[in-house]
């Protein structure tokens, strides 16, 4: 499975915006990009996946590269529930059993 | 709706103990999981089921067995506890779809197990 390499950790403030960056250059083409966060405590939950177009949804927004060797976990107003781990990883579009790779992710704190 | 739910939440072991961590979803999901997480570091995956009757070793298999009987159950057990196993387990699962990929994969609130 390909790699993503992402910042160790970032840091926000409340009501602003947030861009998460994710590298992926080893991406192939049939390896979906998905994220996940996990919350003090909780197991990791989802949070948007895409293949090459930008996605929305009512948690954030994903931006991916044209090259698809990178992409962007957007959340448009943090709060202080969105402090987390945010993991970003490649699946590819066959795999069997729900495997995902997590790297060590970016923890994200939220400043008041 | 219940998801995914883990039993029991936290356990201590002595070394050499055996125990079996329970893991139940509610959505008739055909793909189940288990994963451990270290701290500080990523989930990896442990063994994994994609419908009753069929098992598969994933990153770190070793000192671990599962089953799946049902749809609904996948046990982890180990078999005898070694500190190294010290570590927060995860369960999940996600539905099968004939192998097309669009779908999230959901996550038990996690075990905490101390092996001492």
């Known amino acids: 499975d390909a790699k993503t390499t992402q910042p160790n950790s970032m840091e926000s403030n409340e009501e602003e915006p947030v861009h998460l960056p994710c590298n992926h250059s080893?991406?192939?083409?049939?390896?979906?990009i998905h994220w996940y966060r996990q919350l003090p405590s909780q197991g990791p939950e989802y949070v948007i996946h895409?293949?090459?177009s930008n996605v929305n949804n009512r948690m954030a927004s994903l931006a991916i590269a044209e090259d698809r060797k990178s992409s962007t976990l957007i959340l448009h107003r943090a709060t202080l529930r969105d402090a987390a781990v945010y993991y970003c990883?490649?699946?590819?579009?066959?795999?069997?059993?729900?495997?995902?790779?997590f790297g060590q992710g970016t923890e994200l704190s939220v400043k008041p | 709706n219940a998801g995914v739910t883990q039993t029991p939440k936290f356990q201590v072991l002595k070394t050499g103990q055996s125990m079996t961590l329970q893991c139940a979803q509610d959505m008739n999901h055909e793909y189940m999981s288990w994963y451990r997480q270290d701290p500080g570091m990523g989930l990896r995956l442990i063994h994994y089921s994609v419908g009753a009757g069929i098992t598969d070793q994933g990153e770190v298999p070793n000192g671990y067995n599962v089953s799946r009987s049902t749809t609904e159950d996948f046990p982890l057990r180990l078999l005898s506890a070694a500190p190294s196993q010290t570590s927060v387990y995860f369960c999940?699962?996600?539905?099968?779809?004939?192998?097309?990929?669009?779908?999230?994969?959901?996550f038990g609130e996690g075990s905490w197990l101390t092996v001492v």
């Open positions: 990883i490649l699946r590819e579009i066959y795999n069997q059993g729900g495997k995902l790779i």
């Open positions: 895409g293949l090459t």
């Open positions: 999940a699962s996600r539905p099968g779809q004939g192998g097309q990929l669009s779908n999230t994969i959901y």
């Open positions: 080893t991406i192939s083409g049939t390896d979906y």
